[in-house]
């Protein structure tokens, strides 16, 4: 599904990332975690192609992620970033249509099978009975929520998420990575997530990996990794 070949990304001639080696199997969710600093959202841009590794490649299903058309990559993989959804004056539900825009000609216009897709993924969401109102007037755990149904009307078999709980109190947090838990098990997809907070990665993904100076540090399921030894040493 996703494989990282030996990849190395430099700024102002500091390695962020450092010979990374990584695959990651379709229907895994995986939690990419570390300290401040350790590349975490540089490797996740790295595997949604937005940014190119200095040294190294990264692929989706067997081709070079800069050898797919956009069009063609965004039916396949979509990432919802750190800062989620800006308070647009459109309504949510026109919203997660803009999901579906990859579908659709050139006029945008939208199939009955479109308004389908969007109607399930506000009910898998929780977000029907808010489907009408503007994004302005909701609150900020309820945008991130949007965010991530945008994304998943994309219907895409990657999803990239970067610290889609950050700012949220810990009842929004659960409650976004149990839509994203139920929806990736439903669907089958892929789905990895830059997590800050340890006891929500131990929880929700199957996979976790530690990353530290730009490597892998520990690389595994939750119980192994988490571990007082191994936390120790990468966060003192």
């Known amino acids: 599904m ?26 895994q969710f995986v939690g990419i975690i570390g300290p401040n600093g350790s590349g975490k959202t540089t490797l996740l841009r790295l595997m949604s192609g937005e940014e190119r590794p200095d040294q190294g490649s990264v692929e989706l299903n067997g081709r070079k992620v800069e050898q797919w058309r956009t069009r063609e990559l965004a039916k396949c993989l979509t990432v919802v970033p750190q800062e989620g959804l800006q308070p647009v004056p459109f309504t949510v539900y026109d919203v997660v249509m803009m999901g579906r825009h990859v579908y659709q000609g050139r006029f945008h216009r939208a199939s009955a099978a479109d308004h389908a897709v969007v109607r399930r993924t506000l009910r898998v969401t929780g977000l029907q009975e808010i489907s009408q109102n503007l ?17 998943m009307a994309q219907e895409p078999t990657v999803l990239l998420l970067d610290e889609p709980t950050t700012y949220l109190d810990i009842g929004y947090q659960l409650a976004v990575l149990r839509y994203v838990q139920d929806w990736q098990q439903q669907t089958g997809a892929t789905v990895v997530a830059v997590l800050h907070d340890l006891n929500l990665a131990a929880q929700f993904c199957e996979r976790i990996i530690l990353l530290h100076g730009g490597r892998f540090f520990a690389d595994g399921p939750p119980a192994a990794v988490i571990q007082p030894d191994i936390l120790q040493k990468v966060y003192q």
């Open 2 to 27: 996703i494989r990282v070949k030996r990849c190395t990304k430099t700024y102002a001639g500091k390695s962020v990332i450092r010979d990374i080696e990584l695959q990651v199997a379709r229907g």
């Open 135 to 151: 994004v302005t007037h909701i609150s900020g755990g309820e945008r991130q929520r949007v965010a991530i149904a945008r994304a």
